[in-house]
Every structure is written in C-alpha cells, then in structure tokens.
C-alpha cells in the first residue's frame, strides 16, 4: 500500500520561500505520477502542480513562474520549491499520486497525503 507523508509547512512572510516535501513508500515511486493539491479550509481542493514519472511537469496559472515540482526517483520523493509566497498562498498542501494518469482531476486521485499546514503572512 502506498503511503505519503508531507513534511516543510509552517509559517512565513509574504515573499518568503518554502520547501515542500512528500516521502513515498509502499509502492514503485519510479512509475508513479505525482502532484500537489491544496485546500483552505471550507473551500474545494485546488491543483497545484504535477509530475509524470517521465518528468514532465505542470502547473496551475496561480502558481506558474514561482512554484516549482520535482521528483527525486533514488529518495523516493517529491518536492514543491514555493518562491515568492503570497498571502493566498495560505492552505493545507496535500500530496498525491496515480499510477495511471497524472494528477489533475480531483475526483480521479485515490492516494492522498495527510496534508501540511502553509500559513503566509502580509
């Protein structure tokens, strides 16, 4: 059974930088697609960003040009590099993955993460 565990929330200043990261196991993390969601709280879960196991990525328009995913395939990991944080950055940051489709549509994902707090400041 695969298992995800984010890890590198917390709490920062508009402007500031943080790194996400997810540790998989239970599963062949080479050939899995992975990605990031997010939620603020009474709020739908939003798309982040994704990575194939072929390491293509992509990203949602609020994010593009400060956000950045990549996969480390021999520490069986997944990062999300945030530059540049904005205030409505501000949500529970979840980790997934697929081993089918890449990531994108929620109600396709079946493996999620328990979520890390990221809280920016103004």
């Known amino acids: 059974q695969v298992n995800l565990v984010e890890s590198g929330g917390g709490l920062v200043q508009a402007g500031d930088s943080l790194r996400l990261s997810c540790a998989v196991s239970?599963?062949?993390?080479?050939?899995?697609?992975m990605g990031w969601w997010r939620q603020v709280p009474g709020n739908e879960r939003e798309y982040v960003a994704a990575v194939s196991w072929t390491d293509k990525s992509t990203y949602s328009d609020s994010v593009k040009g400060r956000f950045t995913i990549s996969r480390d395939n021999a520490r069986n990991t997944v990062d999300l590099q945030m530059n540049n944080l904005k205030p409505e950055d501000t949500a529970i940051y979840y980790c997934?993955?697929?081993?089918?489709?890449?990531?994108?549509?929620?109600?396709?994902?079946?493996?999620w993460g328990q979520g890390t707090q990221v809280t920016v400041s103004s």
């Open positions: 239970g599963g062949a993390f080479s050939r899995l697609h």
């Open positions: 997934v993955a697929d081993p089918k489709i890449l990531p994108v549509v929620k109600t396709m994902i079946n493996l």
